[in-house]
């Protein structure tokens, strides 16, 4: 359960917001920050997907195993959300080098500097991607989203263990289930009725969908970089769940925090839940 929202301010820049929802409060996240030229694996063995980073990076990390979103020196913005759809195939059948899915944020962020050239590279799906339980109990399934500094935006699912892409600056939001082109569906209807009149309420993906784009739409394109990026925290805090909610059937969860990424001044922002400061 997580938000993910891409904001053009009145400059014509772009700021990256996102939101982690997650069952086990005691996920402690942690922040790191990586140098260029580091040799880095795909942390499953001998079969792993070896490569050397090419940019430096920050990022934040889920039980210090799992990459949940990061920004690189390019000003690339790379976000992992939980998707239960998810189905990367069978590593045993596919062959090719593996990759933790808590390495597949770092992938992103190591090799590439823009969106297109991102998907270009995931056309030819060269590795297999392998989803360890976590440690609450839930697998660790998840979509992707990148984002960069001209306001180029993509999605990566893998569905029934294809590899699909929503490449676009038009796909400006991403929550959770149901898979994102069904998610577009949805708030196309919502779109007809119109958030001003009525907004979809619950806390499920598809209702946080729906009033995060209307959200993002409703809010001023902001000049000023301060009143941008405060205009992204205060979207994620609309779509935000209190701390202490939990339902443990639907995994929703309470946001334990916000991360926010202003392309063009490179500065990453993280926001706690239980922390009174940015």
């Known amino acids: 359960m997580c938000t993910r929202i891409l904001y053009e301010t009145g400059t014509g820049t772009y700021i990256t917001g996102r939101n982690v929802d997650w069952t086990d409060p005691g996920a402690t996240p942690k922040l790191y920050a990586y140098p260029r030229g ?133 796909y400006k939001v991403m929550t959770n289930s149901p898979t994102f082109d069904e998610q577009l569906a949805i708030n196309a209807y919502w779109k007809l009725i119109g958030g001003d009149r009525f907004l979809p ?22 000049e000023d970089r301060e009143m941008a990026v405060a205009a992204v925290f205060s979207q994620m805090r609309a779509v935000g769940m209190v701390l202490g909610y939990s339902d443990s059937h639907y995994a929703y969860a309470a946001t334990l925090w916000s991360n926010v990424c202003d392309h063009d001044a490179k500065r990453y922002y993280f926001s706690s839940a239980v922390k009174p400061s940015v």
Do not use: C
């Open 38 to 170: 580091m040799k880095q694996d795909g942390g499953v063995g001998e079969r792993s997907l070896k490569w050397t980073s090419k940019y430096g990076s920050v990022f934040t990390s889920l039980y210090d195993m799992i990459d949940t979103d990061g920004f690189n020196e390019k000003g690339l913005a790379v976000n992992l959300l939980y998707l239960a759809e998810a189905d990367y195939g069978d590593p045993e059948k596919t062959g090719k080098p593996l990759i933790s899915l808590g390495a597949w944020v770092q992938y992103y962020l190591d090799n590439f500097a823009t969106v297109k050239e991102a998907v270009e590279a995931s056309r030819n799906e060269e590795f297999t991607i392998s989803a360890p339980i976590l440690p609450n109990g839930r697998a660790a399934t998840g979509h992707l989203s990148l984002a960069d500094p001209s306001g180029d935006s993509a999605i990566l699912e893998f569905l029934d263990g294809k590899l699909t892409i929503h490449h676009g600056s038009e």
């Open 201 to 222: 309420g619950s806390v499920s993906p598809a209702d946080r969908f729906v009033r995060a784009s209307y959200a993002l739409e409703a809010s001023q394109k902001y």
